[in-house]
């Protein structure tokens, strides 16, 4: 079993229907290329802009079973592949940042909200999640468990931990930020740590505060071909837009979960106590964090 993951690093266009009529054709570039699963950037029905006006941050959401998000899922059985589109999501008191995932039949598979919202900047205006989620995905090549986090989930450990543990074996990461060497790093770490696959799309250079280097990483840092360990990455995009196919060898993870040491293998959960304790202290205090 080799998934295909097309990576849409693709520049917003400047309203929602530009968004979509894009969003749809780079989904049928995506199966001309013989992707199995299509991933855009966050918030692609926005281009990712946050006004700072209540009201118009409103007025720009869209529900999760808007025309928006509902074409998406009438491509994806067309094509018979699985589609992750993300949106600014109506929600009350305010909208949220998310992901939905349909399988190749157009249905939902989950609808994950970013639970760690960027409230040091324009995401203070954007309600959190309040879990993750991970879904069994019927592909071409077969079934497999999927997940997601978006974007500064990433920077926390127990997010992509948390996946794990409920079964991901592929983790899909919608991302609107500079890719630079320690976020590259981060999702490096992520995936070796839990040993799964982790692919994730930026917007290209030209959007502000974006350079592209979307990346995907197998997580498998030993091989039986390999004598030392090896680079968990699949694939790093340049700065351009484009798309990029990211190849996983889910068989060959699956072995390798099944023999080493990393993941859920050799963890003692007793002894972590104190990393559900809500308490904050000094040097980590901010007057903007919200639980």
């Given at each position: ?15 929602l ?10 989904c ?44 998406f899922g009438?491509?994806?059985k ?6 992750g ?53 019927d ?12 974007c ?17 074996e ?36 030209g ?5 592209g ?19 968990t990455?699949?694939?790093e995009?340049?700065?351009q837009?484009?798309?990029y ?41 901010r ?5």
């Amino acid at each position: 079993m080799n998934l295909k993951v097309a990576l849409l690093q693709i520049m917003p266009e400047d309203s929602l229907e530009g968004n979509l009529q894009k969003g749809l054709e780079y989904c049928r570039k995506s199966k001309e290329m013989g992707a199995d699963i299509v991933l855009f950037p966050e918030m692609l029905s926005v281009g990712y802009d946050i006004p700072e006006d209540i009201d118009e941050l409103k007025t720009s959401a869209v529900s999760s079973d808007s025309t928006f998000v509902n074409s998406f899922g009438k491509l994806a059985k067309e094509l018979n592949m699985a589609i992750g589109i993300t949106f600014l999501e109506k929600y009350d008191p305010l909208p949220r940042n998310s992901i939905c995932l349909f399988d190749r039949f157009g249905n939902k598979v989950f609808t994950y909200a970013k639970v760690h919202t960027c409230d040091f900047g324009d995401e203070c205006r954007l309600a959190p999640g309040d879990d993750f989620y991970v879904g069994d995905l019927d592909t071409e090549q077969g079934n497999l468990k999927i997940g997601s986090m978006i974007c500064y989930d990433r920077e926390f450990p127990e997010s992509a931990r948390i996946l794990m543990l409920k079964g991901a074996e592929i983790i899909l990461v919608p991302n609107a930020c500079p890719m630079e060497i320690n976020r590259i790093s981060q999702l490096r770490g992520r995936a070796y740590e839990n040993m799964v696959g982790i692919a994730t799309v930026n917007y290209p250079k030209g959007k502000p505060d974006c350079n592209g280097h979307s990346t995907a990483f197998d997580g498998m840092v030993y091989s039986p071909s390999d004598s030392e360990s090896r680079d968990t990455l699949i694939i790093e995009a340049g700065e351009q837009e484009g798309i990029y196919i990211a190849d996983f060898p889910v068989d060959e993870i699956r072995k390798y979960r099944n023999s080493e040491v990393h993941g859920n293998a050799y963890r003692h959960p007793s002894k972590y106590k104190l990393l559900i304790s809500e308490n904050i202290e000094e040097p980590f205090i901010r007057k903007d964090y919200r639980k």
